[in-house]
């Protein structure tokens, strides 16, 4: 019995060490297109600002640690095709360019995603860079390094791009965000993204909202300028696309297994595919969005640690199943946590529910311990039942705990009558006497008409 | 309408406002006997340290700032007795000792508890101290600022005596720990105590287990130093009561009102006495234990404000239910945290459960991320159904964040099946990829006989 996985980033190499343990008699063979396995996406704007010191502390397990499991990986090897009938792969040894057909009983498909790069005039320009893999990674650096900018635009303003605008800022360069929506992070409802917005210009990140780059100029081969849409030039060393990613699924598709609204593959929630022993996790697939009950594509390294589990799990002969997401996620920029679990009042009107909504800003502390922080939180109901929708917290304060609270609340269908005599832990260096989560489920509950 | 307000600390003001804001034509009187109400007895120790500069601080609101909502607050009135068939309470003036009958319509007893003083030889010689009002909070200070102690000894391992063995350390005092039973704080399960136990040792606190204080000894009026049941003999300038609390119940008690097993009053979710019109709410009362499905007195600041809250909603003519806790509680002591919430495993097999558990310990963010730092989590759950029962969390890390998610998580009546798919917010700064309770809860499914 031969389990074959495609990728080795979190989902690829969780699955192949969740097979591992389920079934010890599995041969497993993990094929990955990189030089490494198994690291961090999302440690790597530290890594640039140097808040982590060493490239090494973003590498989790090498290669040669899944040896004492008998997972065999095989690096720069790249897979061409997949023949789901006769459950072959074509495998290219990008070292030394040969090929080879290999046979798998079980399938493990976790190719990622990818950066999206537009194409337009400039692009290729020494300066232009991108994050998600380590040669991406490595090639932001040595911008940073060899070019040593002075300024930099990040075109895209979701959590990549205002991460790296902290690193950025303190590496001392002058930095300009753009964003192609009316705000920065569209994902929060308008009037918490505001806070986010301004907090920004506090750094001294310059913003443009509704704006989106057409060109970009160079000169000897390195970027020295953009063009916006709109028109508007400004000189810069660096351009940061941010702009988002797409699935890896062009491997899937091209074998006739079964892509979703989103584009990513489409699993059931066993993370199988269309295609029986073909499992896929990880970012190139769609989940189930538990408040939606619809699918979504909700590329997160931790989801895809989760999903890895779960194929790993049932191609190796066990049966678990993968819930769904709430969309939860977290990101900090400067001093700033911005977080959001469930659905926002814009989502939650355009999913069909009628939702009440609270905004409220209080401290993480007691009022008069030292290093009480702020944060504000938003809240959003169901009108009638009052069951918990979704919840956004923002600013220095514990937004992580906030956020969990509600991540569980979800999990747990309460309502804010529920939660306004939730017993959480209150001392005065943790803690106001009441939660914020209790103060804003109260707020909620005098809305109801249920 | 007469709203009397018997008690002016946590639930007493608490309850007035709420009453206020429910019922605009109230006549609402408060009568306490101290000199102060609305102040923060969980804030005391960080006084004493000088964490918190200021004795203003702790007082949240002061009498004269609720003459706005015309709530009528009587300092230094002490009510003596209570009639519940002519509905009077006969109060004290203790500024010019006159007594006085004042009519109600409807009660809030909110008259808290009070530390237990043994009557023990040496027990009222200067430099005997316990904590709670804020006039034994002053007599504490005082005992320090003149005696300047170089020894104490705190008797009681709560979490009053824990806070305080960290405010006098670091103030510079030689400080010994007395607990009557095998452990520290006897709440966790002894495994977990034992990180606590040794984690005191580092921290030069002398720990005594399983000993009591038999008798204290003076010179000139002051101490000089302990004997403990065993026979030991400890020099020591202070000594600090910490041995636990009763609640001021004797004031219900004579007037009829029912109390409950624990010798606190019975109410029922209403926070209603036996009594009608007669409520009760903080720490002079039962409360109902949401998984024992038993009554446990749980005698807590943050319980304590959403019992008044509902005490005083109920007294203004509105109908809120208060549905009982978890029995969640944190404390700090120096840089380590320790909480729980729910029952721990010991407490799940005394109450007829048949438990399962898993202890883990983790770091708080992603291995990589700067300060990220340890926590020692304990889960228990239902063997067969993997219902969640509770939580214990120890360490320097975010103990308050997995409490919290604990406590939310019983809520929601959820498994260990549920929190190994959770949806929490990851990002290196905040979580390592999989959250501690992902990792315990996953270890738990795999107990399951169910």
């Known amino acids: 019995m031969h389990l074959v996985i495609i990728g080795g980033v979190a989902a690829g190499t969780k699955a192949a060490a969740r097979a591992r343990r389920v079934n010890r008699k599995l041969a497993i063979t993990l094929f990955q297109d990189e030089t490494e396995v198994s690291y961090t996406a999302c440690g790597q704007p530290y890594y640039l600002s140097r808040v982590v010191p060493t490239r090494e502390a973003l590498v989790i397990r090498k290669a040669s640690d899944f040896k004492a499991d008998h997972i065999d990986i095989k690096l720069r090897h790249r897979v061409m095709e997949l023949d789901t009938r006769r459950c072959t792969v074509q495998v290219h040894n990008l070292e030394n360019n040969a090929m080879q057909t290999v046979p798998y009983d079980r399938l493990i498909i976790a190719t990622g995603a990818r950066a999206i790069v537009p194409a337009i005039p400039g692009i290729n ?66 009037e918490m993204s505001q ?16 704006e989106k780059l057409a060109e970009i100029k160079g000169h000897w081969g390195k970027v020295t300028s953009i063009t ?26 091209q074998a006739g297994i079964q892509l979703g609204m989103s584009g990513a593959i489409a699993v059931n929630n066993r993370m199988e595919t269309n295609i029986e022993g073909v499992f896929a996790a990880g970012d190139c697939v769609e989940c189930y969005h538990r408040l939606t009950q619809k699918p979504v594509w909700n590329p997160l390294g931790d989801i895809a640690n989760l999903q890895g589990r779960i194929a790993g799990e049932n191609a190796a002969g066990g049966n678990a199943t993968f819930p769904g997401v709430y969309g939860t996620a977290i990101f900090k920029t400067f001093d ?34 030292p290093g009480a922080k702020e944060l504000t939180l938003k809240l959003v109901a169901e009108v009638q039942s009052g069951r918990m929708l979704g919840a956004q917290a923002i600013g220095p304060g514990a937004v992580d705990k906030m956020v969990d609270i509600m991540a569980t609340a979800l999990l747990g269908n309460l309502s804010c009558r529920d939660l306004e005599n939730a017993d959480l832990a209150y001392a005065p260096p943790f803690s106001p006497v009441l939660s914020p989560i209790i103060i804003a489920a109260s707020n909620l509950s005098k809305l109801l008409t249920g």
Chains 1, 2 share one sequence.
Not at 131 to 154: G, T, W, Y
């Open 125 to 190: 320009l020494d300066g232009v860079v991108t994050l998600r893999s380590m040669a991406e990674l490595d090639r932001f650096r040595s911008a940073l390094d060899r070019l040593l900018p002075q300024c930099a635009v990040i075109v895209g303003s979701g959590y990549i791009g205002l991460e790296v605008a902290e690193s950025l800022v303190n590496l001392g360069i002058k930095t300009t965000l753009l964003s192609r929506n009316q705000q920065v992070f569209s994902r929060l409802d308008p």
């Open 195 to 210: 806070h986010l917005h301004e907090y920004l210009l506090t750094k001294n990140v310059q913003v443009l909202i509704n």
């Open 228 to 253: 916006t849409a709109k028109g508007a030039k400004l000189a810069t060393d660096l351009v940061v696309l941010a702009i988002g990613a797409k699935p890896n699924a062009e491997l899937a598709d």
């Open 336 to 369: 700033l946590n911005i977080g959001l679990t469930g659905l926002t009042e814009t989502a939650a009107r355009q999913a069909g529910f009628d939702p009440i909504s609270t905004v409220i800003t209080a401290r993480d502390k007691a009022r008069y311990y």
